[in-house]
């Protein structure tokens, strides 16, 4: 048999955290988990995200904030999680600049 | 607009840890994300989990054995996260029995 697929979502965090790193770790057809690593990141550079799909995300290390083009502000400690409906127009407006931001994203 | 669905992993957990308690988180379709509270407990009761989908899962607090059907024993910390191919007969063969264990879910 093939070895079972573990790992460790605080593990193998990248040096360089010039640019926010995206993570696969597990999908299938329209169904994404990904970890995404942030430090002092705001994404996306300009506008919003508008998703044609659901996203489930948690902080599992750090502080962000997520701002709604309606002008809410979601500020997220760690544990919190946010379920962003498709074509609900956000973005990360603010992660903590003295240490990575661990999310973890299941888009659905 | 409705407010942003928000919450907590570490929180509301359930007083009575006599039997697994299981939480919806989010979901649509065939996607399901659920926090899962262990404490001392192995489950199924008899026999072995033979689920239809894929299970990716976490855990996010506390210690867990997961056995394969093939004898093999995986033991998970914090952190640490398993992808269950469907049909992958599995079972938690060990939980920590002095404090609880927090797994979160999606099954996919």
Redesign the interface.
Known sequence: ?SD????????SIPRDKSSEVFEF?????Q?K?ERIVSQGHTSPDSGWYDQDQ?E?V?V?KGTAVIT?D?G?D?R?????????PAHQKHKVSWTDPDTETLW?A?F?
Request: hydrophobic share 55%; no cysteine; charged share 10%.
């Open positions: 048999m079972p697929k573990i790992g460790n979502i605080f593990a770790l597990a999908g299938a057809g169904v988990i659901n489930w948690m599992v709604y309606s809410q979601i997220l400690q760690e544990g919190d999680y946010l379920n962003i973890l299941v659905y």
